[in-house]
């Protein structure tokens, strides 16, 4: 019954490589959330999708690009991974767009070798 | 004990003493403040909000006191136990910035037994 889960929860790979991962939320939530965690912990909003479209885009290199298939749903692919990728990522959901109550994945934790 | 929650500082406290964590904000737009503590390996959890209507609001063993004169947040937590252990992070839903949340630098919590 876990209310929101990402896969995988740890991943891998070399500097180049194309990767996803994806989200998902039972919570019947309208607003999904992709968050980047650098390793000094600090934790900023990279993308905001409401009802499957796009609301907030934090300035995010294009390599990265969010799919929302429906409302449950904010996969996030990442092309051409660089060294600076690594991070741990979290997905969000929350009821209404900007809801304060933000429920957080588990995080996936990115290393790029 | 106290501490300012920037560059994840640490704070350290005996098991069953109060804790307080502060964090400073810096828009004066913002009108909604939200805790999350993030444990080890798991996504940030809410702890308690706060409109910036309100100075003071209560949970379980947690008080969160909004200063907007000098735009200072901070989080008591009472008689604090070794599960209290975490990063907290206070967050600001800013409304010239889409109504989304930016979070603070996090303030790591120790507590020893």
């Known amino acids: 019954d876990t209310a929101v889960s990402q896969t995988p929860k740890y991943l891998v790979t070399q500097m180049g490589n194309d990767k996803s991962i994806k989200c998902e939320q039972n919570l019947g939530h309208d607003t999904m959330y992709w968050y980047k965690q650098d390793s000094k912990k600090f934790l900023k909003i990279m993308f905001s ?3 499957k479209e796009l609301i907030i885009n934090e300035t995010v290199p294009n390599r990265f690009s969010p799919k929302s298939p429906d409302k449950a749903h904010l996969n996030l692919h990442i092309n051409s991974l660089e060294l600076g990728d690594s ?27 | 004990g106290e501490s300012v929650g920037l560059h994840l500082p640490t704070l350290s406290v005996q098991e069953g003493d109060n804790s307080i964590i502060n964090c400073a904000y810096s828009n004066s737009a913002s009108d909604y403040f939200i805790w999350y503590k993030q444990e080890s390996g798991k996504g940030p959890q809410f702890i308690i909000d706060i409109r910036s209507n309100m100075d003071k609001r209560q949970g379980q ?16 937590i009472a ?4 599960g209290d252990s975490a990063v907290y992070f206070c967050a600001e839903k800013r409304n010239n910035a ?16």
């Open chain 2, 79 to 82: 008689a604090t136990q070794p």
């Open chain 2, 61 to 76: 063993r947690v008080t969160v006191l909004l200063n907007k004169t000098v735009k200072h947040l901070s989080l008591q």
């Open chain 1, 87 to 113: 991070a741990v990522y979290f997905c969000a959901s929350s009821l209404i767009a900007g809801g304060g109550e933000q429920f957080f994945g588990p995080g996936t934790r990115l290393t790029v070798l």
């Open chain 1, 49 to 51: 999708y409401n009802n």
């Open chain 2, 98 to 113: 889409g109504n989304m949340l930016t979070f603070g630098g996090g303030t790591r919590l120790m507590v020893k037994p």
